[in-house]
């Protein structure tokens, strides 16, 4: 045990890909002792891209922290073995399609008659009510129901939207609101001694995420958002084009004159960086900087929706283009920074790893796979003074826990040897 804010809790993880996965990830830097439930042969996802068998990148990711377990649920053997887990177990995870743990056997109505108190996190698509609760839904598939992608604006050559990013947001924010909700029940059973069962979908979390965009307010709406709500409806009922479509947006930014000069992405003399200056006070800093005169632009009479003042804006934010143009992002980024207008260069993912920022802080951490050997891992979410959460350990090889957790739990040797034999369990 790491002596985490969870010591002592136990989880017992059916979970695949990676929202579920991730729930466990977080409870686990928590302090938690994280058991994952693998299908016999392994989860599928230790195949995906492998180079090593069985031991792939995405699986070693999506799954650090654990003990892993390889147990046939679809033998009654196996969850039988399954049952006699569960009174060990204080919360229990699950992500898949709804209705698939009640034919395996092990939904909250059934495991929580082997454990009164149990904590029971289901996350799903859709939700596991409503009409489109049946729907099976990854995080491709929610990014798009959900007007993440959409509001984006991206497309391909082929005029197609662009749906796939680089981080699967809605598994992500889905796992974090996942892991807030069994703290938070846990937290509730030690007041009350009572359980109870969480939901989480990828569709609520990517709307929460959104809450800005898609509130409604009707006396600020009814100057842009209404109107660009009924093009979008004129252009999709007449079958406009995506390209089209997503152009109809545009008169949201429209409104924001001094957003879009001192807030975003510039090109600098070596390449591109980002002006973070979102307040009134660091906008002034940096008009003061350039000898700027555009003070209208926070003026609260200033309309930025007005046909007559785009030109007017476009000529400051050219203004900003040539000046940043100027210098070498290093040079900005010191220029910035010490007259306290955030800023910053653009990195790629692959490239985190390696900043000295992310390695002192344990944003990134080093972890040992005892198969492949030293790893650097995205560290735990967020920092604790008596209880700082702690990587456990690397990802399990497949069932290599089994026999420990079995052992733990109550069965004997004899029958953990039976059940090896078997292939009940691995």
């Not at 996965?21 to 994952?36: F, R, T």
Request: proline content about 6%; some cysteine.
């Amino acid at each position: 045990m790491s002596g985490g804010a969870l010591d002592g809790i136990r989880v017992l993880e059916f979970s695949q890909i990676i929202a579920g996965p991730v729930v466990g990830i977080s409870l686990s830097d928590l302090g938690a002792d994280v058991v994952k439930v693998e299908q016999p042969g392994g989860e599928p996802l230790r195949a995906s891209g492998s180079v090593v068998p069985g031991e792939s990148k995405a699986f070693q990711s999506y799954n650090r922290g654990k003990r892993g377990i390889v147990l046939d649920l679809h033998d009654p053997r196996g969850l039988q073995t399954a049952y006699r887990l569960i009174p060990h177990m204080d919360v229990v995870v699950t992500n898949y399609r709804p209705g698939v743990v009640q034919r395996l056997g092990i939904d909250y109505e059934t495991l929580r008659e082997l454990r009164e108190d149990l904590i029971y996190l289901e996350a799903t698509g859709f939700g596991t009510t409503g009409p489109e609760a049946h729907q099976g839904g990854n995080d491709g598939v929610i990014r798009a129901y959900s007007g993440i992608s959409g509001g984006d604006g991206q497309a391909d050559e082929h005029g197609a939207p662009i749906i796939i990013g680089a981080s699967p947001i809605a598994d992500y924010s889905t796992a974090i609101a996942g892991a807030m909700g069994v703290c938070a029940a846990l937290f509730h059973r030690e007041r009350t001694g009572q359980g109870q069962y969480i939901g989480a979908s990828l569709l609520r979390s990517s709307i929460f995420i959104q809450g800005y965009t898609v509130m409604r307010e009707p006396v600020t709406d009814a100057s842009v958002a209404d109107v660009i709500r009924a093009n979008i409806v004129e252009a999709r009922e007449r079958g406009a084009p995506w390209t089209e479509v997503v152009e109809l947006r545009k008169d949201h930014f429209r409104l924001r004159a001094s957003g879009r000069i001192y807030y975003g992405a510039y090109n600098a003399k070596d390449g591109p960086l980002v002006l973070g200056a979102l307040t009134r006070q660091t906008r002034g800093i940096v008009r003061n900087l350039f000898d700027m005169h555009d003070e209208l632009s926070d003026s609260p009479d200033f309309d930025a929706a007005d046909p007559n003042n785009w030109e007017l804006v476009e000529q400051w934010q050219q203004f900003m283009r040539e000046k940043l143009a100027e210098k070498t992002v290093a040079e900005w980024i010191e220029i910035f920074d010490e007259a306290g207008v955030p800023t910053s260069p653009f990195y790629l993912p692959e490239e985190i790893a390696d900043i000295p920022h992310a390695r002192e802080t344990g944003m990134i951490v080093e972890l040992e796979h005892p198969i492949t050997g030293p790893q650097l891992h995205a560290g735990p979410l967020i920092e604790m003074s008596e209880t700082p959460p702690t990587p456990a350990r690397s990802s399990p090889a497949t069932g290599e826990h089994t026999a420990e957790v079995l052992l733990e739990c109550g069965f004997s040797t004899d029958e953990v040897a039976e059940l090896l034999a078997d292939g009940v369990v691995e």
